[in-house]
C-alpha cells in the first residue's frame, strides 16, 4: 500500500498556493482560503485536484492582487466582492471539477452556504464601506511632511465621509499630484476652487474614491478624500 503522503501530497499545493497569495491581501483574513479548502476535501485525482484547485488560487489572485497594488479600472474586484462574487465564481469552478470527476455532488452544499455567508457579512460591511482609509492617498504624498487632519461623517453613520490631510515641500501639489496618478487616480471635472482626481473598482458594484486637491501656501497642498 502506498504510504498516504504519497496519495495526497497533491493537495498540499493548492493549499500552500492560496496560502501565499491570501497573505497578500488587505482584507480578506482566511476567508479567500475557503473555496480552495472545500475543493481539496472534495478532489479524488490528482490531475483535477491540483488543475481545478490552481484555477481557484488563480480567481484569488485576481480578487486580492490588484488591490493590494493600488490598481485600478472596473476589472479590478473591490474589496467587498472577495465575500461574495468570489465564492459564487467558486461554486462553479468546484462544480465544474466534480462533474469532470463523475461524482455526486456530494459536499457541494458547502459553497452555496458560503457565498450566502458572504453575501451576508459583505452586507455588514458594506454599513463602514463609505469610511475612506488611506486609500493610497496618503502614500501618494511620499517624501513630503504628510499632517493628517480632520476626518468626520455627515448625518448618519457612514454618511458623506471624508479625512484630509496637508502636505508640505517642494512642488507639494504636483508630487501628490503625481504620486495618485501612480495609484490608478485619474484627472475628473474640477470643482470651483479643487483640482479632483477620483479611482473605480468593482465587478458588478462600483467603489470609487475621489481626492480633492487644494494649494494652501506655495509648498503645502490640503488633500481632501472620500467614497463617492
Not at 484555477?55 to 479590478?76: D, H, I, K, N, T
Not at 517624501?143 to 465621509?161: F, I, T
Amino acid at each position: 500500500m502506498k504510504d498516504m503522503g504519497e496519495l495526497h501530497w497533491w493537495r498540499a499545493v493548492p493549499l500552500v498556493a492560496g496560502f501565499v497569495v491570501n497573505t497578500l491581501s488587505v482584507d480578506t483574513g482566511l476567508f479567500g482560503l475557503v473555496p480552495i479548502v472545500v475543493w481539496v476535501v472534495l478532489a479524488r485525482s490528482w490531475r483535477t485536484g491540483i488543475s481545478v484547485g490552481l484555477v481557484l488560487v488563480g480567481l484569488l489572485a485576481w480578487f486580492v492582487l490588484p488591490r493590494a497594488w493600488e490598481l485600478p479600472g472596473r476589472w479590478v474586484p473591490s474589496a467587498l466582492e472577495v465575500y461574495w462574487l468570489y465564492p459564487a465564481i467558486a461554486t462553479v469552478v468546484i462544480t465544474v471539477g466534480v462533474l469532470v470527476e463523475r461524482r455526486v455532488l456530494a459536499g457541494l452544499f458547502v459553497m452555496p452556504a458560503v457565498t450566502l455567508a458572504g453575501m451576508a457579512f459583505a452586507v455588514f460591511l458594506s454599513v463602514g464601506a463609505s469610511i475612506p482609509r488611506d486609500e493610497g492617498v496618503v502614500s501618494a504624498a511620499a517624501g513630503l511632511q504628510v499632517v493628517e487632519e480632520d476626518a468626520g461623517c455627515g448625518s448618519g453613520h457612514g454618511a458623506n465621509c471624508w479625512r484630509e490631510l496637508t502636505a508640505t515641500g517642494d512642488r507639494a501639489r504636483e508630487v501628490v499630484r503625481a504620486g495618485l496618478a501612480a495609484g490608478g487616480f485619474g484627472q475628473r471635472p474640477s470643482l470651483p476652487t479643487d483640482e479632483r482626481l477620483c479611482r473605480r473598482t468593482g465587478l458588478v458594484l462600483a467603489h470609487e474614491v475621489c481626492a480633492e486637491l487644494r494649494d494652501k501656501s506655495p509648498t503645502s497642498v490640503r488633500v481632501l478624500w472620500y467614497v463617492n
